[in-house]
């Protein structure tokens, strides 16, 4: 399995960044897949899943401001995220569980500046 992250980059408080995660190696369609971001100095938090039932959930510091979606055809995930904050500041990862173990893409740096 493999995850390419991409879409990170610099923007101002405020603005929006739309991340993308293509997957590779799995059954895309049947798998939940899951952002996460760790700022500097803490723990990786998850910020937004997608079930493969096609339901979602968002952590507190996404919810009204982050949508994540898919689209199976293309098996990415996409992140939306807008009304930025400094402290949205982070690597962020995209996750899924297969076959008894994680992985992770290789992380897409998002710095929002005040």
């Known amino acids: 399995v493999q995850l390419q992250a991409s879409g990170g980059g610099l923007v101002q408080a405020g603005g929006s960044l739309r991340l993308s995660c293509a997957a590779s190696?799995?059954?895309?369609?049947?798998?939940?897949m899951g952002w996460y971001r760790q700022a500097p100095g803490k723990e990786r938090e998850l910020v937004a899943l997608?079930?493969?039932?096609?339901?979602?959930y968002y952590g507190d510091s996404a919810k009204g401001r982050f949508t994540i979606s898919r689209d199976n055809a293309k098996n990415t995930v996409y992140l939306q995220m807008n009304s930025l904050k400094p402290e949205d500041t982070a690597v962020y990862y995209c996750?899924?569980?297969?076959?008894?173990?994680?992985?992770w893409g290789q992380g897409t740096l998002v710095t929002v500046s005040s």
């Open positions: 997608s079930r493969n039932d096609g339901t979602t």
């Open positions: 190696g799995l059954t895309f369609g049947t798998y939940n």
């Open positions: 996750h899924v569980f297969w076959k008894t173990r994680d992985y």
